[in-house]
Nanobody
Framework: QVQLVESGGGLVQPGGSLRLSCAASGSIFSIYGMGWYRQAPGKQRELVARITRGGITTYAGSVKGRFTISRDNTKNTVYLQMDSLKPEDTAVYHC??????????????WGQGTQVTVSS
């Protein structure tokens, strides 16, 4: 009933930029936290950035100062602006949202993922 659709991934050269978007749709009362996670080959999934409904942000140390997370609560959409990209940023990026539904209560939902590749 609730789904997340990501967009904006692709191939970029080191030092370049990308902007990821994730839109939530369906039967939604509210969304508390929204975030981006990534998983590179041979590595565990890690939190990249998270933002609460009130605008409190959290970043992984490896991306702090380079990435910026934001959200539009009227559109149930979260964004991740990625600047000064490095090859080690290459991964599949997944959107996550903590959703509250009047019917189903509160639960976490995930997007299908979008590939980000940083290479020259």
């Amino acid at each position: 009933q609730v789904q997340l659709v990501e967009s904006g991934g692709g191939l970029v050269q080191p030092g370049g930029s990308l902007r990821l978007s994730c839109a939530a749709s369906g039967s939604i009362f509210s969304i508390y936290g929204m975030g981006w996670y990534r998983q590179a080959p041979g590595k565990q999934r890690e939190l990249v950035a998270r933002i609460t409904r009130g605008g409190i942000t959290t970043y992984a140390g490896s991306v702090k100062g380079r990435f910026t997370i934001s959200r539009d609560n009227t559109k149930n959409t979260v964004y991740l602006q990625m600047d000064s990209l490095k090859p080690e940023d290459t991964a599949v990026y997944h959107c996550n949202a903590e959703v509250t539904s009047a019917i189903a209560g509160s639960f976490d939902t995930w997007g299908q993922g979008t590939q980000v590749t940083v290479s020259s």
